[in-house]
């Protein structure tokens, strides 16, 4: 009998295709492929243009990439490869693979990408009202090494996270010693909710006239909507700050290029990381989430988005002299996304108990990384944050992860 | 009149005995939601709820407090008597805290162990299956959408097999779906001899046994046209999310308002469960109260149908098939347009309102949704006993001239290798539900 007791009226019943049952098959394939293969403390406006500054604890530098939900189908699979052709053939063969990184803990938005942040499965509200409840990654960084908060950074597209992702609720650590955190997509949304509001529509059709909306929705009372929190300022936006987002704003619109919540994102963090060269930064893309209006096409093509503009983050990486040759990166989905023929909907949706959703992959690149590999062995998402403070220099961690060991500085 | 009255008398009677002081705490917003909305569940739905609830009325104490034993420890485990958990209906602060819990999964199998010990209950008292004659699914991914030969039944993996068509389709004619519906016309242009005329007329067909579902509006036009209207279309669901724009529209509108706050999102989805939904319908909506309840509870779970056309047709076959287990469904996909430009994909309800920028179609993209999302309407079905045996499933691509068919071997058109005339799979069709 089918109920509707579950949320959104869809309870487990066995599936009846579940494309991970094709992976042990994809993954000797996709194997033999793959076989080819207290310092900080300077203010932002002081940094940017100036000579390198001393970097805290290790001065080793981080950047994770986190993806919404992609299925192992659509992303690292012979039937997939096609969609991912950057990380495939372009850093595959540099990596430190990881085959198997689980997320054991609530497959949803907030609780997946806080507990990746604390090494701790978080189980807090869906909808980002609470913060995480043991320390970031960001609070024991800047804590433990005494460091400034704009060397913590995230930015991200996803509309189900807020503020409190960047600091827990621990009463030892908390905002004071969070990261700065902006969600580019939502400046977006504002812009055009204003727009609509204001009668001016038309200038979101006339790539001239879009940045003017965008900055605009950036100033005065419209910020504190944006639920963005950076250097402290709770009303509006942090001047040291416009001037980056202003370029970024500007390289995105009069780019040409595709218009999405991510690019705006990419370019946002490209600057943050030129202007600001944080010592761990974290960018979240989520276009692949078109996935929940149930249109395949957009989603695969939010894939295709993510792996480009992860491998042009790289490219950052490697070009930009504040990262190049001391940057660990690490790209890695939220979860999977649900089997198709699932009583929850398919690939709309990532509810399911099942591997198809919990299952999923990480790769490595960079400083830490002494010997390109794929590694068998499952890891958890937990497994990031001890490993990532190891790596900075950080002081033992309380994380029910367990540092990775292939991984170290 | 009071909702215990529109109850059936057996129910009555067992919750006038104290039925619902048996029932664990997380059962209680589906099953007082079942019962308020009883005047609006299809047949297949109250004998569902019928039979847990009969089921728990029969058992006595220490059999109910066995039968609940694994569900009630996980409530005691999670903490649920501190949330504000609301026992009246299902909320998405209920939701949330249940998912949110260490032990959701835990809960999410004693749940349903539940509802298995209830329907095997039942089906030792019948000691028999019941009967239930040939059931059809057909799907039309139509001529506007190009699919590919090499792929475009990769992902059935290889439960049916394409069969080549002859669809000799003319400009006179939307789809080949419509023509199979509504017939051919005669030479007084009225139409006969369609399968949905058959589907509707079986005498074994119960209420909410026919379904048809549009992703645009032309096939649902069609069929209530004067020449076929009174005919075909009677006694079928039909839903079409073209003519379906306005009740849509509104929703997403007041969806829109939300803000990102569970306490906000149940205060907007509360106004959205009583708003009198009437005056936004199509009159073949409009005129059944079960119907506009159906497409109010679709829209509030979800899953891109207020936003494209085959989002919609993928999850309204999906929920008629948990929900009313339909003899007949038959759905076409459609075209969507491309996300504008710096609006973000599928936010809002109306893309040509924030942006004036001419809407233009995703041919592509459509085809690649369409062709995901009609295996996904027959895996819908696939999940329930009923559709596992006797039913046939045609996925019409009108593109390539060919359709795949899963079917039981003794399906007419199972071994054929020639091209087969519309006309010809209409034929066996009609065979199969007659």
Redesign the interface.
Known sequence: ?????????E???????DPGSLVDHSKRTFLRGAGMLMAGLLLPTARAGQGPRVQAGSGHKIVVVIVGGVRRDETFSPQGMVNIPHLSADLLPRSLFYLHARNEG?T?HF?AISSILTGN?Q???????LAPTTPTLFEQFRKGLGVDRSDTWVVASN?AL?SLIGASSDSNYGPAYGANVVFP?QL??M??VD??RNGR??N??DRSK?EAELESAMEGSNYEGLGWNVFDASDRLDPRVRGSIETAIASFVRGGGP???DELTFFMSREVMRKFAPQVLVVAFS?VE?A???????H??GIRTADRLAYQLWQEVETNPDYRGKTTMVILPEFGRDP??S?T?????H?A?MDSTRDTWMMALGAAVDKPQIVERPIHHIDLCPTLADLLGCPPLDSQGRAIGEIRG | MRIEDKLPGDIQDALSKGLLKRIPLTFLPFVNQQLNQWVNLFPNERQATERLLLYVASLNEEQSTALFHEVVELEEKMGVRNWQFSTTEQTIQNSSQLASSPYFQHWRQAVQAVFDAADAHVREANNASAKSGNRLVLLDIPQPLQVDAASVWQRWQGIGRPVQLDLGLTGEHNSALELLLAGTPNPAGLRSGGLLDLARSRPEAAPADVWVVDAGRSLVDALLAPETAGTAASGAILLSNGRLDLYRQSFSHEMNTMRKDLADADAVFDRLRKVDVTPWCPPEVAADPAIREFLRSLYLTGNGAVIFGNSFVEWAASEAFRRARPSFLAAQFGVRSKPKPFTGVAVFDNPDQVNPLPAIDDLPGSAVDARMLALYVWLAAYRYPEYQRSTVCVCVAESLSQAYVVAPPEFGLWKETEPVPLGRLAGALRAWMA
């Open positions: 009998m089918e109920n509707g007791l579950c949320p959104g009226a309870i487990g019943s066995p599936f009846v295709v609530v949803a609780n499965w189980r807090v509200d869906d909808w980002g009202k509309k807020t997509k977006m949304l812009a055009v727009a609509l529509t038309a979101m059709a879009v218009t999405s919540g276009d078109a929940h209006f149930g249109s395949f096409a957009l695969v093509s198709d023929g009583s909907n398919g690939f709309f949706n509810r108990n």
